[in-house]
Every structure is written in structure tokens, then in C-alpha cells.
């Protein structure tokens, strides 16, 4: 899987979550202070991250802020995105299924090495929800 990964700092699990994921198998693609390139602040390393995905450059995207509220926000902004901050894997899990979100937003200041690893097994192996009110859900916020 192509995995769009921004962050806009190094703290915390930022550069562990690239490895992760590239130790996983997927090809990772990096933005804001992950990329040297790119501009770091949320807003920008945010978008740039949810555009891959509405755009059809990556299949999910991981985006990162100190509190991940930020990050949320700004990839909400993109349409066709669905973003879900989450802190546990119960959360992930959920907005897998029942959202069908397609970018996770990470706290990097309370994400810990093993809530990241708990949480990207739920959101990885997550899926959408085969249910009619739960998809009815999902395809109304195209609509709002």
C-alpha cells in the first residue's frame, strides 16, 4: 500500500512511524519535517498528505501534529478526505468501519511506541463497514 506520511516536527514517533511503515511493507511517501524539501508547519505537511490521497497518489495518508487536532483539520479539509485523530486502537479500529476514514491523525506528543504499533495494527487491517446505515453515513458527507 502507498501510505502518504506528514509530520510537522521530529518529535515523538514522527520518523519511527515512517519506518514502521516502510518495515511493514508499504511504500511510504513523506512531507512537512519528514521531507527536507517541503514546508513543516501542519497546515501545508497536512494537505500536501490528504491531496495524495484525494488525488490518488497514495491510499491512505498518516498525518501528525503535536496535539494530531491540527493535523485532523487541515486534511479535512481536502475534499473526498475522512480524517480521524486516534488515540487508541479502539478509535482506529472504528473509523476504519464505521467512517471509513482514509487518513489517521497522530498526536506526536501522546502517541507512545506502543500505542503507535497498537494503532496501526487496528487501522491497517481495518475495513469499511458492509452495513446500509453505516455506508448511508460515510457517502452523506460528500453531500454536507
Do not use: F
Not at 500536501?48 to 486534511?75: F, N, P, Y
Not at 475495513?127 to 458527507?141: F, G, I, K, M, R
Amino acid at each position: 500500500m502507498r501510505i502518504s506520511v506528514a509530520a510537522d516536527s521530529l518529535d515523538g514517533v514522527a520518523e519511527r512511524l515512517v519506518a514502521v511503515l516502510r518495515r511493514r511493507g508499504h511504500e511510504v511517501v513523506t512531507h512537512g519535517a519528514l521531507n527536507g524539501d517541503e514546508r513543516d508547519d501542519w497546515a501545508w505537511a497536512s494537505e500536501a498528505a490528504a491531496r495524495d490521497v484525494a488525488e490518488g497518489r497514495a491510499d491512505q495518508a498518516v498525518v501528525c501534529c503535536w496535539t494530531g487536532t491540527g493535523a485532523s483539520i487541515a486534511a479535512n479539509k481536502v475534499p473526498g478526505v475522512r480524517a480521524a485523530l486516534c488515540v487508541d486502537s479502539y478509535t482506529a479500529d472504528g473509523a476504519r468501519k464505521w467512517n471509513d476514514a482514509n487518513v489517521l491523525a497522530l498526536s506526536l506528543r501522546l502517541t507512545s511506541d506502543v500505542l503507535l504499533d497498537e494503532i496501526l495494527d487496528a487501522w491497517l487491517r481495518g475495513t469499511p463497514s458492509t452495513d446500509e446505515t453505516d455506508q448511508a453515513n460515510v457517502a452523506h458527507l460528500d453531500h454536507i
